[in-house]
Structure formats: structure tokens, C-alpha cells
């Protein structure tokens, strides 16, 4: 009994070595682990298309989605810097402003003390300023003290000091210190040149000093897209590469920028960086708050590319079938990128002048 069971156990096992190398040997080829050998004779051969590896010029393409926004120093939110009341409006929708225009005036109690102050330090400089260049000529002549002289000395650097800084205090309100009077109303005036793109000017309203802004002056014949690329593809972009933008109101039509600025801080969330792309905007085609498509060119570089149809997926991994000798193939694993519907990027895994399988390698897999 125990020597038959011995023998059954051999037979099967002879068994299973003959399927398994019939699994490995068919009809057509032979495969030992990566190696696939296909017989001279077989119809596979014909069916198969190689190609030689060879350096191409390639310009990275992706797509990601930006947002519209204005360029920095083109936007200037307009409200008043004290508590008061509008008591003119200067503008209306859509009108185009220069940079000093006048936006509207207001009338402050706290303005009103701030002119006061001004010109009070003004007056106490120059009666100080006086009051120096008279102790100095009476020094000079013999006639005043040293101590007087002294004195009316850090007056008037004093009192210089204090006017200095109540000019500051009005230029900060870009006013016309040449023309300004006690009890005028503070005219607020555009820093920048551009288009009044919002009024909330009501004349009569009282506004309180945290108030939302009452106008919104924009220059948008330029604007940025901020746009967010992925981890992988930041070596393939830079500075001043072109953009192609698209809108869903122009969904057909290219709006060209270029990449102004490429972020530093990676958002550890989306692995994402924030690209900041510049984009002539004449026809104001591109309103501020606009979802866009955002299609990057990279500049040319030298990189393989080969049809979608030479690369095989195994659960998350990429190959290529190479040629090594007329009928003998070597999978090797590459890792991609596609660059079109039907084209990919090798990023590594091959090089140039190798031989690979382009088309047909569904019958070697």
C-alpha cells in the first residue's frame, strides 16, 4: 500500500511538470520570465511592428483649471480712511479714471482736525524756522547768548520735524497741499488709472471707518490666471512658457498667455503648486472670478515618445516589449506620461536606439 501511494505521488507530479511547461511552450512561443521567443514560422511575427528608439523634440502639454484674477497693483478697492459723510460722486459704472482722478468727497470731523493740525504745524514752523535765523544773526553780531541760539535751534528742528510728519499725514490722502483749505471736504482720489468697475456711492450716506469699500477701480487689460500644477509635472514648466487659456464663453477659442510666476510652497494637500499666468486681456474676454482651462506648452526638449499602443499595464505597472534579436522580446518596466490621446512620454526604462514593440505586443503579452 505504502509503495503505490509513492507511486501515485511521482505519476502526478510528472504530471504537473508537463502542464507547466506547456503553460511556458505553446505552438507559437517560448517564455521564460521576461524573455518571449517567438518560433521563426509563427504568424505572430507578422503581426508585430518595431520600432528604433530615437531622441524627438517635445513640448509638455497638461491641462488644469485656473481662476481669473486681477494683476497686483491693477485693483484698488476705494473707501474712506475716517467716519464722515459722501457729499459729491465723481464717477459712474464703466467710466475710465486716470491715476489722482477724483472718486468722490467726504466730509470728516476727524479729516477736518487733521487739515487743522496741518496747518498748525505749518504755522509753528515757520514762526520757529524765523525765530532761529533771527537768534543766529544776533549771534553772529555779538548781541545774543549761545544758550538762546541753542535753543532756538532745537525749536526749529523740532517744530521742521512736526510739519514733516502732518505733510505725510495728507499726502497719504493724496492731497493737494498747494490748494488746500480749512473746512473743505477730503476729496478721495484713484490710485491708479482704470475702470470703475463697482460704485456703491450713495451721496448723503453716512459711512462708518471699517465700511465696505464705496468704489472698485481696475486696470484689466491684463490679468492673471492662477492656475494649480500637480507635483509631476513641475520640472516641465517655467517662466515665460506659453499658455493656452479657454473659457465655457469661448470654449473654442485660444486666449495666449505666459507663465509670470512659478510658486514656492507646495500645498500638502493636493500636492499642487500655484502657477501664476499672465494673460492679455484687451477684448475683456476674461472676467475676474472665471473658472478657465489651462492648457500648458512646455519649451521643446529633447525626450522619447512612442504611441499609446507600446505600452502594457500590469496592475500599476507600465512596460515595453524590446526586440533584442529577430524574434526574441524582453519586457521592461518603463515609467510614463501621457502627453495626447495617443502618445506618451518615457520618463525612464529605455533609451535611445533600442528596438521596441509598437504595435502587435497583445500577442506577446
Excluded at 517635445?58 to 485656473?66: K, P
Aim: hydrophobic share 40%.
Amino acid at each position: 500500500m505504502y509503495k503505490y501511494i509513492i507511486a501515485l505521488s511521482t505519476f502526478i507530479f510528472v504530471i504537473s511538470c508537463s502542464n507547466n511547461k506547456a503553460a511556458q511552450e505553446t505552438e507559437d512561443s517560448i517564455i521564460n520570465g521576461d524573455t518571449i521567443v517567438v518560433k521563426e514560422n509563427s504568424p505572430i511575427l507578422g503581426q508585430i511592428t518595431v520600432e528604433k528608439v530615437q531622441l524627438q523634440d517635445f513640448s509638455a502639454e497638461f491641462h488644469t483649471v485656473g481662476v481669473v484674477r486681477p494683476v497686483a497693483g491693477n485693483f484698488a478697492e476705494i473707501a474712506p480712511p475716517f467716519a464722515g459723510r459722501v457729499t459729491k460722486s465723481h464717477i459712474k459704472l464703466g467710466q475710465k479714471v486716470s491715476s489722482g482722478s477724483p472718486v468722490f468727497e467726504f466730509s470728516s470731523s476727524d479729516y477736518f482736525e487733521a487739515v487743522k493740525s496741518y496747518f498748525a504745524a505749518h504755522s509753528a514752523n515757520e514762526l520757529a524756522q524765523r525765530n532761529y535765523n533771527r537768534q543766529k544773526d544776533l549771534a553772529d553780531n555779538g548781541v545774543a547768548s549761545q544758550k538762546d541760539l541753542e535753543a532756538a535751534q532745537s525749536e526749529a528742528i523740532v517744530a521742521l520735524k512736526e510739519f514733516e510728519q502732518a505733510k505725510a499725514i495728507m499726502q497719504i490722502f493724496n492731497v493737494d497741499i498747494t490748494s488746500l483749505q480749512i473746512g473743505q471736504p477730503l476729496k478721495v482720489v484713484s490710485p491708479i488709472a482704470g475702470e470703475v468697475v463697482r460704485n456703491n456711492i450713495t451721496i448723503g450716506s453716512y459711512i462708518r471707518e471699517d465700511s465696505e469699500p464705496l468704489a472698485v477701480i481696475a486696470d484689466l487689460s491684463k490679468v492673471w490666471v492662477a492656475a494649480l500644477v500637480k507635483e509631476r509635472y513641475f520640472g516641465a514648466i517655467k517662466q515665460g512658457d506659453r499658455v493656452e487659456v479657454f473659457t465655457d464663453a469661448h470654449p473654442n477659442k485660444i486666449i495666449w498667455g505666459s507663465i509670470h510666476y512659478v510658486g514656492e510652497i507646495l500645498d500638502e494637500e493636493t500636492r499642487s503648486l500655484e502657477v501664476i499666468v499672465e494673460c492679455n486681456n484687451a477684448d475683456k474676454e476674461l472676467k475676474l472670478g472665471m473658472f478657465c482651462e489651462v492648457h500648458f506648452l512646455s519649451s521643446p526638449t529633447k525626450a522619447i515618445v512612442l504611441p499609446s499602443t507600446a505600452i502594457m499595464q500590469e496592475q500599476d505597472n507600465s512596460f515595453v516589449l524590446l526586440e533584442i534579436s529577430k524574434g526574441t522580446f524582453v519586457r521592461r518596466k518603463v515609467e510614463v506620461e501621457s502627453v495626447h490621446k495617443d502618445k506618451v512620454r518615457i520618463i525612464s526604462g529605455i533609451s535611445e536606439n533600442e528596438n521596441v514593440v509598437i504595435k502587435g505586443g497583445i500577442y506577446l503579452n
